[in-house]
C-alpha cells in the first residue's frame, strides 16, 4: 500500500510561508519503489520530486522561491483514483497510490495527468546503435543545417547531453543522419535514467526554449535540452499552451560540461522529461495566459535586479584598443559629435599584452592573470578616474573564467581547483580552448580566492565586467557571477553589481548578471537572427539582453550597422562591438547619411532612458510580466494562428517595434487589432500617423533614419527632453509625457540613485501619469519619497505632448511644464496651442 506524510514546516525554517505544507507519497509496485514529494511554493508554483529509495534531491541555485505560500493538503478524486496532493489558489497537484500525477488549474479543470512513474525507468545501462559506424556510440552525425558535429565516447561517459546537444539541441529539427533522430539520445541509455510524461490537450506548443542563431526564427520547440554555447542557450523550462509551464532539474553536479542531463521532448499530446541518476523536481505552474506564466516563472528563478542607471544609455566595445591616447580620442569624437555614450569595454588587451587563449595546460610562466597591459592602462587608478571625471564614461573590461599564469595553475592544480575540460571554441566546433586552466567555481574557497584577486579592480574605477568563454560547465556563469559580485561587495558594498555574460542560466538576472549574444558576424542574416534570439532567451529566463551591435567577425557596412543600431534601441541593453582587425563600429566611420541617421537612433535611446529604466523598476517591485516579449504574447487566438511566430518585431514595454531588417529597406508590419499611432521619436515631430490594426502592412523602401516602431491609442509614455549625452545630465529639464489618445492610459515613472542598492530596501519614488480620456486631462500621483543623492537627478516638473485623434487626423498639443507635485493635473480642453 502506498504510503502518505503530511508535512508541515514550522515558521523558524519558513518564516514567509503561511500553511506551509508537503506531501510526501510512497510508490510501490512489486518491490520497485519511488518516493514522490509535492509541495507549494511562494512563488505560487507547485514542486514535485521524484526520488529513488534513500536519495536525495540536490538544490539548485536556479530556484528562489521557499516552500511557502497560503495551500493546503487535498485528496482530489479524478477517474476513480484519489489523488492526494497540494491544492492553492494556484490550481492543485496531486499523485495517485499508483504514481500518477494529476495537475489542475484554479477552476478545478484538468491540466495534465502524468503516466505511472515506475513504468519509464529505464534498465541500468542499455547500448544500441552505434553513431556514424564509428564506433560504440561515437563520431560524427550531419545535421540538416549541413555542419557536422562532433559527439564525445558516449560508452565511457554516457554523455545524453553531448549527443543531444550535437543533434538535436542545436539545430531547428531532426538529424536524421545513420540511426539519430530527434529526441534519440545518440543511441545510448544511460544508467538510472528516468521519466516523467505529461499528457495534455492535444496540439499544445511549448514556448521558453532558448535558441541559438540556427533557431532563432521558432519560438515552440519539439525537443530541448538545457546547455551552454557560444551564441546558445537552452533552458529547462517550457509554457506549454495546454495551460501550465514547467521547469525541470535533475542533476546538479559540474561533470557533464555545459549540458544538463535533462531533457524534455513533445509529440503535440505529451511532453516527456528524461533524467539522469535518482532524483527529478520539477516544478509546475498552472497557468493558462502565456504573459502572466513569465512573470511566475520569474518569481521562481528571481525577479531581476535592476541595473545601474547608465546600462540603458549606449556603450562602446570592441577588442583592440591600442592604448589610451585611442580611448581618449574616441572618447572626444563621440561627445564633439553630439553622440550620446555612457561606458566603455575593453577587451583582453587592456589587461595583458598577450592573448592566453592558445596557451597549452601547463599557461604561460611570467603571464599576469590578474593586472593591467601598461600600453593601454599605465596608471589604472588615475586613468580611470580621469575618464569619468572628463568624458562621464564608465570601464568595463572583458574577463575569462581561467588562468594563463604557469605559477598561479601549478598552485591550484595541486590543491585541485583546475577543471580538466576547456571551452567548446564554437557551437559546431568539439576543439576546445583553455583546457586544464579553467577554475572550478563550484567549490566556494575557488569563489573566494578568485574574489581577492578580483577586488582591487572595484577600487582602481573598472565598473563591471563582460564575461566570455565560461560555457566550460553549466553553471560556470552562476558562480563565476557569486564571486565576482563578492569582489565588488568587499570594495564598494553599497554598489549595485552588474555584469554582461555570454551566455545565462535561468535566475542569474537576481544577481545583477545579464546575457549577450555570442560571436556573430556583420551580416542581414545574423542580424535578422538578433531578435528572435532575444525573445527566446527572454522566454528562457534572461530578461536582460544585449548582442554585438554591427556582428562581430567581419567588416560591416554603414546600411547594416545602422539598422542594427535602430534595432538596439528598443532591447534592454544597447551596445556595439567588433573584432581588433575591422573598423570600429563608430557612427563616424561609415558615411554622412549613416552617421546622422545613428546618432538620431542614440538620442532618441536617451529620450527613452526614464523609459525603459522605469519598465526595469517595475520588473523588480511588481514582477516580470513581459517588458521584451513576443507578438504571442499580445495576439488573440484568430491573429496568432497567421503571425504568432513573428520575430521580427516585438513588444517594448507598451511600444511595439518593428525595426528594418531587410538590405535595401523592404519592410513589413503586422499591427494587432485597434487603432495605432506611429511613435513620435523625434521631440519637435509635426505628425503622426494613425492606423488600424488587424492587418500587415508592407513598403517597398524605408528610408535610412526612419525607425518603424507602433503605440496603441490610450498609450502614455515618459520620456527625457532633448540633448542628454550622458545619463549624469538628468533631469536636463522637464520630462515629456507623451499621450496618444483615445483610451484611458496610465504609465508610473521610477526615479532612484541609479547606483546603489537602495531601491531594494523601496528607496525609490513612484510618479503615476494617468491619462482621462473623457476629462481630456493628465494627472499624477506621487508616492516614495528620494535620497538625497536621488534627487540631484530626479525630474522636478513635467510637461504634457498629447497626440489628439478626432475627424480622421491627428493633431499635436504641447503644454508648457509644471511642478511635479502630487495631485497636479495638466488639463488640455483641446486648445492648446498646436
Not at 151 to 163: F, M, Q, Y
Not at 302 to 324: E, I, L, N, Q, T
Not at 428 to 450: F, I, P, T
Request: contains cysteine; aromatic residues 10%; hydrophobic residues 35%.
Amino acid at each position: 500500500m502506498p504510503r502518505f506524510i503530511a508535512r508541515v514546516a514550522s515558521a523558524a525554517v519558513l518564516a514567509a510561508a503561511v500553511n506551509a505544507v508537503e506531501v510526501e507519497t510512497v510508490i510501490d509496485k512489486g518491490g520497485q519503489k519511488l518516493m514522490v514529494q509535492i509541495a507549494h511554493m511562494d512563488s505560487n508554483a507547485f514542486r514535485v520530486r521524484v526520488l529513488a529509495p534513500g536519495a536525495t534531491a540536490l538544490e539548485s541555485p536556479m530556484i528562489a522561491a521557499k516552500v511557502g505560500g497560503t495551500a493546503t493538503e487535498k485528496t482530489v478524486n479524478h477517474n476513480d483514483a484519489a489523488y492526494k496532493g497540494v491544492e492553492s489558489s494556484a490550481g492543485f497537484v496531486g499523485v495517485d497510490p499508483t504514481g500518477r500525477i494529476l495537475l489542475n488549474d484554479k477552476n478545478g479543470e484538468q491540466l495534465a495527468t502524468s503516466d505511472l512513474l515506475l513504468d519509464h525507468k529505464a534498465p541500468e545501462s542499455t547500448q544500441h546503435d552505434k553513431v556514424d559506424g564509428a564506433g560504440a556510440g561515437s563520431g560524427t552525425c550531419t545535421c540538416p543545417d549541413g555542419q557536422r558535429y562532433a559527439v564525445g565516447d558516449l560508452t565511457e561517459n554516457c554523455a545524453h547531453g553531448e549527443a543531444s546537444l550535437a543533434c538535436n539541441g542545436g539545430v531547428p529539427s531532426a538529424c536524421t543522419h545513420g540511426q539519430v533522430s530527434e529526441g534519440d539520445s545518440m543511441g545510448v541509455t544511460c544508467a538510472g535514467a528516468g521519466q516523467v510524461i505529461l499528457k495534455s490537450k492535444p496540439g499544445a506548443k511549448l514556448y521558453g526554449k532558448g535558441s541559438g542563431p540556427s533557431d532563432s526564427a521558432d519560438f515552440t520547440s519539439s525537443y530541448e535540452q538545457p546547455l551552454l554555447r557560444n551564441g546558445r542557450v537552452h533552458s529547462p523550462y517550457y509554457f506549454s499552451t495546454a495551460g501550465y509551464a514547467a521547469f525541470g532539474i535533475g542533476h546538479v553536479g559540474t561533470e557533464s560540461g555545459p549540458v544538463m542531463k535533462e531533457s524534455y521532448k513533445t509529440d503535440g499530446e505529451k511532453v516527456t522529461w528524461t533524467y539522469e541518476g535518482d532524483a527529478f523536481t520539477l516544478y509546475l505552474i498552472p497557468e493558462a495566459d502565456m504573459s502572466e506564466a513569465t512573470r511566475l516563472y520569474y518569481e521562481l528563478v528571481g525577479r531581476p535586479a535592476v541595473p545601474p542607471r547608465y546600462m540603458f544609455g549606449f556603450g562602446a566595445s570592441r577588442w583592440g584598443w591600442k592604448d589610451f591616447d585611442y580611448i581618449q580620442e574616441v572618447l572626444r569624437n563621440f561627445r564633439d559629435k553630439d553622440m550620446p555614450i555612457d561606458y566603455i569595454t575593453v577587451d583582453t588587451e587592456g589587461f595583458s599584452k598577450t592573448f592566453d587563449i592558445f596557451f597549452n595546460s601547463k599557461g604561460q610562466t611570467g603571464f599576469s592573470d590578474f593586472g593591467y597591459n601598461a600600453d593601454v592602462f599605465s596608471d589604472p587608478k588615475a586613468q580611470l578616474t580621469a575618464l569619468e571625471k572628463d568624458y562621464n564614461v564608465k570601464v568595463s573590461g572583458t574577463r575569462r573564467p581561467r588562468i594563463g599564469s604557469k605559477e598561479t595553475l601549478d598552485e591550484l592544480r595541486a590543491k585541485g581547483w583546475l577543471l580538466q575540460r576547456g571551452v567548446d571554441a564554437y557551437d559546431n566546433d568539439a576543439s576546445q580552448h583553455g583546457a586544464g586552466r579553467y577554475l572550478d567555481l563550484s567549490k566556494a574557497e575557488v569563489r573566494d580566492w578568485y574574489a581577492k584577486q578580483m577586488e582591487h579592480f572595484s577600487q582602481d574605477g573598472i565598473d563591471f565586467w563582460v564575461n566570455v568563454e565560461g560555457e566550460v560547465q553549466y553553471y560556470t556563469y552562476w558562480n563565476w557571477n557569486v564571486a565576482e559580485a563578492a569582489a565588488l561587495q568587499a570594495a564598494a558594498p553599497k554598489q549595485r553589481f552588474f555584469s554582461l555574460n555570454r551566455g545565462f542560466v535561468p535566475g542569474m538576472a537576481r544577481l545583477g548578471a545579464a546575457a549577450t549574444m555570442g560571436d556573430d558576424k556583420p551580416t542581414w542574416k545574423d542580424f535578422q537572427a538578433v531578435p528572435g534570439t532575444m525573445l527566446n532567451w527572454v522566454m528562457a529566463g534572461a530578461p536582460y539582453v544585449a548582442c554585438n551591435i554591427g556582428g562581430f567577425w567581419g567588416k560591416t557596412t554603414g546600411e547594416l550597422l545602422t539598422r542594427w543600431m535602430q534595432a538596439g534601441v528598443f532591447m534592454p541593453l544597447m551596445r556595439v562591438h567588433s573584432i581588433e582587425h575591422e573598423t570600429p563600429h563608430w557612427p563616424w566611420n561609415f558615411g554622412a547619411e549613416a552617421e546622422e541617421a545613428m546618432r538620431a537612433a542614440l538620442h532618441l535611446r536617451y529620450r527613452l532612458l526614464p523609459y525603459h529604466y522605469s519598465l526595469a523598476q517595475q520588473a523588480y517591485h511588481t514582477g516580470y510580466k513581459g517588458w521584451i516579449r513576443p507578438m504571442a504574447m499580445e495576439l488573440d487566438e484568430e491573429e496568432a494562428k497567421a503571425e504568432g511566430n513573428l520575430t521580427t518585431q516585438w513588444f517594448d514595454g507598451q511600444i511595439l517595434v518593428a525595426p528594418v531588417f531587410e538590405q535595401g529597406g523592404a519592410h513589413r508590419t503586422y499591427l494587432p487589432k485597434g487603432r495605432w499611432f506611429s511613435l513620435a521619436v523625434l521631440e519637435q515631430a509635426k505628425a503622426v500617423i494613425t492606423l488600424p490594426g488587424g492587418r500587415a502592412f508592407n513598403r517597398k523602401s524605408v528610408p535610412l533614419g526612419t525607425i518603424p516602431a507602433y503605440v496603441r491609442a490610450g498609450t502614455v509614455i515618459p520620456m527625457s527632453p532633448s540633448g542628454v549625452s550622458h545619463v549624469g545630465e538628468l533631469p536636463n529639464g522637464a520630462v515629456v509625457v507623451q499621450v496618444y489618445t483615445g483610451k484611458d492610459g496610465q504609465f508610473t515613472l521610477w526615479e532612484d540613485d541609479g547606483e546603489t542598492t537602495e531601491y531594494q530596501s523601496g528607496k525609490v519614488r513612484k510618479s503615476t501619469f494617468t491619462w482621462h480620456e473623457s476629462a481630456a486631462k493628465l494627472c499624477v500621483k506621487i508616492e516614495g519619497t528620494l535620497t538625497a543623492a536621488a534627487q540631484k537627478h530626479a525630474f522636478t516638473q513635467f510637461r504634457a505632448k498629447v497626440f489628439h485623434f478626432a475627424d480622421g487626423a491627428t493633431d499635436i498639443h504641447r503644454t508648457e511644464a509644471v511642478d511635479l507635485e502630487d495631485g497636479k493635473c495638466i488639463e488640455m480642453g483641446w486648445h492648446a496651442t498646436q
